[in-house]
């Protein structure tokens, strides 16, 4: 049976129920590999094959708690982020370019790391982050002003 | 004299200023080429010879209103936006990633155009706006979690 | 009774109802004055008096539909945006500063009109623009590089 | 040979070429399940059937420009948003929560509706709005304040 | 007589003022019980008796600060995050949701604690996270792809 | 030659490379005065100087990583922070309440402190807190409704 928000017998149950119990219910810990179900290590395995690591990142250590995301995030990022329209490296550094709008430090840095491993300079980044910090400037200008879109733009 | 909020006196001057006066205290107008400063004309210049372009875009005429800021970001904006460390088009992908998370419809609009100016295809495009899509969901996901930055991000 | 999500019976008759009942159940309508309970009309009442209005703007018309958030937004509101540490225009400057930020069209339009009765130019208008562009600018600058904070800043 | 940022020669082909060429390359279209692939054909039949309703909605429609988001997208929502540890009108109460948030108009009417048609009523959404409203202050007043957590709240 | 910004006089008296008192002109620190005002000890009284708590979070005694907001949001939230047409399980889910989405630290740590307590399990926190996740995708690629809202979702 | 992506010769070479020339290719430092370039000492100069201080903050030394950029986010601080129509004290609270919606920590501290600097008390303080946090609760309270601008709004 489920636990379901206005399912008050069971969050009753829970809520008597003895201290070894209760410390299952917390914050997510990061799963390891050792104490992986098969499902998150057939994931686990195709991440360290694809990218010819070791061991998988944080990121998925932690996803690892809801194995129906880890699947989906990874076979998203696989589909997207490889060669395609554009090259890894311009992917990284649009990811990068999310990730410093909504001041995720972790993004940053593991989509720096990626960034730079796939050959972004120092000059790369530094013009990165300058583009980054002037559209979030005109981005609100433009809302500041209210600047209707012109004709040329629309289609 | 200047305005300053805590400036009483001139603000009540204002209150009982006659209709003639007081509209032109309001909302902005944009400011045509033929209505321009002398400084007003001369970063219109300047974006009309750079980008071979007949008129400047809607932007440039709201922004004028605040002369300081046209300038500084007209010359923000020609020193980065060009080629570079990066290439001018990646740049635009990068300008159009930020306005797609901060949902600024004009940016879009704007830098969309200019991207597809510059080569930008539709293959292309559409992998952007799913590299910004990945992004903005691992971001929450990361802030979800606390995942702590893994050792080899540090340096 | 009340509604619950988890309340599946209670659900599966709304489901089953007729047209005439589910109709009751969709988005909102504001609510004017000669529609409205006592309770909101007391809300309606204190924001007409106190800023010396005929009728209150849509946003509380909206608002009103939830009458508990009706009177504690406005009583904050009457506590905090009135004269104070901070004088009235200032604090209207520092709405629009943050609608801006946010995108928030209704808002910008809203206080904008509310910092123009205040005494607010366009002059200032034009450099609160200007700050809020540059503020969020180098925000994203602070979130690329790192920045940590100057033991200046700390007590 | 793909289109990549850097691939100059490729992009003067595209400067150079016919307008009946140029014409492809620009904003997305909604693709019609008449016009649409087997892929995509496949997807659309999938949400269809899964939902009971003649046909996809537009956001469906226009990410079907990039298939493999679309079946990413498809294949994600269907995993979380049915029957879970949480039930369905508390996730579509979440995903409404979210999308006011980012002021995203489109996913507030579509999720709205979803939500209304799993048992919302106006005063569920009501109160939903108001948690909404408080938690985006309370955020930014946790901020400003630099409120230190609480040792009872880590683990 | 009151501060205000155009204040110079006072301002200048500030600039002058001898260390001792300068130092009352500073960064926020928490406010305890024993050093409260009678107004601030009311509030914390109502916080401790409607929640069975010995001692309020640091967000209250920070807040204390500003005795007007104290007030004012502790109504706010005791008005609409109890019992009501949701139950406060949800009403938590939903903090937590907004407070992903702002990326603000203690909000997650102090509602997901509050989820916990009134019941929420690892399984319900993770499809929250899921959710959250997937909303600031799709809300991104609604923008990106300016989806138009149905017409089946107007009414 | 510049790097650009989708020149993977260049990278290719950089992969390439030993170990003491991939080091140079990294995250960010922050550049102190005697190690700064003269185009970089001379805006470090104008900054000393105009503000009267015996160095200048962490921000600058690590936004000269971009030279272009320090120069041009300096001359439009220098422009628009100073005495205007807005008085230097209104525009740094403004400059926190943008911060404190972005959550940028340093950012609060550094403006935070430099309004401080210019008189700004604790009453002020909290009150410019109040009003970010209040407009942060509206703005979205207005997104849920989807509140139409009044009329008198409208010019």
């Given amino acids: 049976m489920e636990l379901r928000p206005g399912n ?18 917390g914050p997510m810990e990061p799963i390891e590999y050792e104490n992986a179900s098969d499902e998150i290590r057939a994931v686990f395995d195709d991440i360290k ?11 998925w250590k932690y996803l690892a708690n809801e194995p129906r995301m880890l699947a989906h995030v990874w076979q998203s990022l696989k589909a997207i982020m490889g060669e395609g329209a554009l ?12 990730s410093i709008t909504n001041n995720c430090e972790y993004c940053m840095a593991s989509h720096g790391a990626a960034a730079r491993a796939k050959g972004a300079t120092e000059a790369m980044m530094n013009e990165l982050y300058a583009v980054v910090g002037l559209a979030n400037m005109t981005n609100r200008l433009v809302n500041a002003y209210g600047v209707p879109v012109d004709e040329a733009f629309k289609r």
């Fill in 49 to 59: 094959a694809t990218r010819g690591v070791d061991d998988v990142n944080n990121f």
């Fill in 8 to 25: 008050l017998k069971l969050r009753a149950l829970i809520a008597a129920a003895p201290e070894a119990i209760k410390e299952t219910i």
């Fill in 87 to 98: 090259d890894p490296l311009t992917k990284e550094l649009i990811y990068v370019a999310v």
